[in-house]
């Protein structure tokens, strides 16, 4: 997936855009998370014969590392170089974080032989299923191995892999999307300490046995960022942050609202129309429009959690992440105005 973070002003903009696995060489730790030898974008290059890709050629790729079918030898026109991870772990979390400012001393924790008894007994006390599955998978085979099961049973399927993540998977017909994220609300708050995983992902599904299909309403329940990050500082400073892909998924929605979809196709598709130079044709000011309704509403569902309530403990702006008079001003220039009392 593909996610932008822009800042919209006259005079700068800042596109982060991340490519989630399209890695360049190995780091030094990378043999301890059993991938040596990786380097997605050089194997691929190699594996088709080289790349035609003139504008990033332009740009300075083919300086960073030997690529089949790019040149060391242009003048980049634009600043090049490979980053090595500071922080242990390999997940998407650990990597959003350190791109915003957040090196992490410990990696999240990993279950290679499944969850603890105790943590699946506890999610199914609280979550009113039975559990099957509980071993690393891909997401795919174990929907396919056991999700006639599931559905004659209604138990969830549990799986994680590689990275640090607790994946709930369930068949739209059998178990409703919104008991299933209310599922994955639960783990999240159970997982904490040494379970304190990265991510719980609810993995819905739809289909027939022999033609189950994942459906687009993935989510993500990130733990929250334990420092300051870029995204706080932007915050801070007053600056928009426009998010596409499930970013604000991994910082926990803390100052970020993203417009999901359901293809990497589609985010490609949107990354453009937001970047197109503003005032022209082709800049689309409904993508912003929809990310400004985003955070309009998520800043209201808290205000109303509080009681409209801004400052003080446990109040609103502390719940953001914001300063008071920050969240005023938000709340003035999204038009956000607490709805008069209905008559009785």
């Known amino acids: 997936m593909t996610r932008v973070a822009l800042q919209d002003s ?5 596109a982060l855009i991340v490519l989630d696995g ?3 060489g190995p780091a030094p730790d990378t043999a301890e998370y059993g ?11 190699r594996a088709v014969g080289g790349l035609h890709l003139p504008n990033l050629e332009r740009l300075g790729l083919g300086r960073c590392r030997p690529i089949a079918g790019l040149s060391r030898d242009v003048v980049a026109r634009a600043a090049y170089g490979v980053a090595l991870p500071r922080s242990p772990g390999k997940d998407s979390t650990t990597g959003h974080w350190e791109l915003c400012g957040i090196v992490l001393e410990r990696p999240f924790p990993t279950y290679p032989r499944g969850f603890p008894p105790a943590v699946l007994s506890e999610f199914s006390r609280r979550t009113g299923r039975g559990v099957i599955g509980n071993r690393v998978a891909s997401g795919t085979q ?16 549990v ?12 068949h739209e017909g059998t178990v409703p999307v919104d008991e299933l994220y209310a599922a994955c609300v639960t783990a999240r708050a159970m997982l904490d300490g040494r379970d304190a995983v990265s991510r719980v992902i609810a993995r819905p599904f739809e289909g027939t046995p022999g033609d189950y299909r994942r459906t687009a309403r993935r989510r993500d329940f990130s733990l929250e960022p334990p420092g300051v990050t870029l995204l706080d500082a932007l915050a801070a400073a007053g ?3 426009v998010g596409i892909g499930k970013v604000d998924d991994l910082f926990a929605h803390r100052h970020i609202a993203s417009e999901h979809t359901p293809t990497n196709a589609d985010a490609y598709g949107r990354i ?15 993508a912003l ?40 001003s938000r709340m003035q220039k999204l038009g956000i105005r607490r709805s008069p009392p209905r008559p009785r």
């Open 22 to 24: 399209m890695g360049i």
């Open 142 to 157: 174990i929907i396919d191995e056991l999700g006639a099961a599931h559905q004659r049973s209604g138990d969830w399927i």
């Open 272 to 286: 453009e129309e937001t970047l197109g130079a503003r005032g022209s044709d082709r800049f689309d000011h409904r």
């Open 239 to 241: 600056v928009p942050r």
């Open 159 to 170: 799986y994680t892999s590689a990275d640090s993540v607790f994946q709930v998977a369930a």
């Open 289 to 328: 429009e929809r990310l400004a309704d985003i955070e309009r509403a998520h800043i209201r569902r808290v205000l109303e959690a509080c009681g409209w309530k801004v400052g003080g403990k446990g109040h609103a702006a502390e719940k953001l992440g914001l300063h008071p008079n920050t969240l005023r």
């Open 35 to 45: 991938d040596a030898g990786s380097n997605s974008l050089g194997n691929v290059a």
């Open 10 to 14: 006259a005079r700068t903009r800042v």
